[in-house]
């Protein structure tokens, strides 16, 4: 299922971030941080809470200027593009988000067709079709009619990714897209992902908590501490008992995953000290 | 335009269909209620004779059709939509539900304006109010959005909310203070400040008109970009919505649209805040189907209010507000009792 390629990064991806410095007011969240997204890769964030994933995922989508360094899209800052085109290429889920109360699924994800729409020219059939391949792969088609305030947690996880998949861009983010989800969907979802990045249509980048997860589904892995990029590549190399005790202060051991071969992380007991301390 | 896009291309159609027609029957409604709006009042006139006066005029009726109930009839069309129009832009643009042109000090800041044109610079004539209540409402507009986004955390609903109410506190200090010193001033104002489209005449109308009329299309221009905002604005900038320029069109629009319709009217409440809630319950949140909707409801509104008004205290009449409020609050409360308060 999953590939491990593409170690090493090609110079001139698409989206890349140089040392960046991202603060909210006085307080810094990441300096010197520099990130390479490798093209038509499913890369997963992964690190502890409040390590700066979702600022980092903010600034690459242009929601948060960075107060030094860049976000360079396509050979050129970020910055510089007039905002619907930046919406053309990217799009993201953020870990939150407002649903207006009385909106129905399909008109939420009709939303998602924002960037490609003109002020004459409201809805085109471009548009209805992006709007219902979104809904079937997001297995929220049943539910196009129904109010979105009135769904499940999960099915409305679902909807959001289904307005993100509507929007079309080669480039995809998703912060969390499986929180809600119990665990059929979050394999349902990440299966997802992984179908958009095999079938070379788009670069997808998630930040995901589930680690095992993570290192299943991820062609390239990238682990995050205090704003920091602690390691980042093929799973398989760099997922290890030292990095995850230096990431996450959590003693465990790493087995291969029956399924896939990927490392499994299986953490320490707490009564009986681990015995295995290598793997 | 579409509202919704369900895998069946017939719901979307019929969808579609039921709005278009919507808005059709709604058009109707205001015609009638305009046509009878010029025929009816402490003395009535037959329809037939409506038309004849408006075209050829000269006996007395007619001259009370053309000179008086036109541009009364007119106003009312201006001002609902104005007010209705502009409660739906403040709705949206600080994600508030009970936002309305009172709510974020424009009201108060025309009423300003109009009592300082009444008290140091001696102007009476209605149609000279309008530049006072449009400056007075633009800087109770700055104060509250300079207010409600100082300092770090930046501008929120709440805080803005917030700016508002106390600004609005500041506001009617101030008009009490100078009503007060003058007896003029405070009949004058008085009469302003009930809120009423009686005796409002030709030049008027023609007056506050562009700025509505502005106001309006300003407003219209910026649907979608609303309907992108209503998902919060990293979900606004993630779809490439131009976030601030958005508010700023929004907060102008809204600014002429209050100025002009207050200054014209009097503080007219429950318009703005009502309309766009009625409409929402038909039409869903989508702002390209809301805004022209409460283009026809907030005038259906305004005029059936004046129309009632003059009716029912034959041969006397009720200020216009009176009556909007009256209507106003008990459909507010149906509203929220029916259904969760329809959102944004
Ligand atoms: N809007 C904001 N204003 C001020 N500080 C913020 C803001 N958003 C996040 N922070 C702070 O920035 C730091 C990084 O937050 P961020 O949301 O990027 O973490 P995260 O890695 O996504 O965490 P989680 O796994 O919990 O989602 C945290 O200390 C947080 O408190
Ligand atoms: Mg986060």
Redesign the pocket.
Known sequence: MTTDLQTQPPPGNRLRAHDLKLQ??E?V?AENLSIDIPDHSLTMIV????????????SLARLLAPNHGSVVLDGQDISRYPSKEVARRLGLLP?TSIAPDGITVADLVARGRFPHQKFLRQWSTDDDVAVTAALERTNTADLASRFVDELSGGQRQRVWLAMALAQETPLLLL??PTTYLDIAHQVEVLDLCAELQESGERTVVV?L?ELNLAARYATHLIA?RA?QVVAQGAPKEIVTPELIESVYHLRCSIIDDPETGTPLVVPAARRSAPRVRES | MSTAVLSPPTTVNSVRRRLVLGLAVAAAILVVLMAASLALGAEHVPFGQVWRALTVGGTDADVIVRDVRLPRTLLGVLVGSALAVAGALMQALSRNPLAEPGLLGVNAGASLGVVIAMAYFGIGALSGYIWFALIGASIATVAVYALGSAGAAGASPARLALAGAAITAALTGAISAIVLLSSTVFNGFRAWSVGTLSGRTAPVVIQVAPFIVIGVVLGLFLVSSLNALALGEDAAKGLGANVARTRLLGVVATTLLCGAATAAAGPISFVGLVVPHMVRTFTGPDHRWLLPYCLLAGPILMVAADLAGRLIARPGELPTALVTAVVGAPVFVYLIRRRRMAGL
């Open positions: 909210y007011g307080r969240v690190g502890p809470n409040a390590c700066g994933k979702s600022t980092l995922l903010r870990q912060d969390e930040v908590h995050m704003g």
